[in-house]
């Protein structure tokens, strides 16, 4: 075993075999234990002698300070996490102002590409913005916006 950890070739080798291995299989892992035997086999080669605890210490130590880093990276980089719940679209539609599609007290608003169907307490004109300001029975009830009673708090049923 001692063998193994003679030279630094062999933990170049074992780095580069990793680092491989993550193209094959991305996780995002074995990036990093191959970094850090590449680290192990650096400090090898400038320190020949280095005895083998000491090279497993600098392994370890390399791998999870590339691995926080990782992880430091791949959180700064801009992926966002979904904050609505799954299956809750409608929820998410609370507080949005929207245009009505059709003239109604109930009829539909434009959401996007697609229309909802939606109420009001007053008739409302096409092309109006309105707010919505809750969920019943499947449909959205929206407001007029600048409306004093759109001010009020939002109701989720």
Not at 21 to 26: H, I
Not at 34 to 41: D, P
Not at 126 to 134: A, D, K, L
Not at 144 to 149: A, L, T
């Amino acid at each position: 075993m001692e063998a193994l950890f003679a030279t630094s070739g062999y933990w170049g080798l074992a780095g580069a075999l990793f680092i491989a291995l993550e193209l094959l299989l991305p996780g995002l892992y074995s990036i990093w234990i191959g970094v850090g035997a590449l680290v192990v086999s650096l400090v090898l080669m400038m320190f020949p002698a280095l005895s083998t605890t000491a090279q497993l210490q600098v392994f370890a130590s390399a791998m999870m300070s590339t691995l926080g880093l990782g992880f430091l990276i791949q959180r700064r980089g801009g992926r966002r996490v979904q904050t609505r719940p799954i299956n809750q679209e409608l929820q998410g539609l609370i507080d949005q102002t929207l245009l009505v599609a059709s003239a109604f007290d109930a009829g539909r608003v434009r959401v996007a590409d697609t229309t909802y169907a939606a109420f009001c307490e007053q008739p409302l004109g096409c092309g109006e913005q309105v707010i919505v300001r809750g969920i019943e029975g499947g449909r959205l009830r929206v407001a007029p916006k600048g409306d004093d009673k759109s001010s009020r708090g939002v109701e989720r049923h």
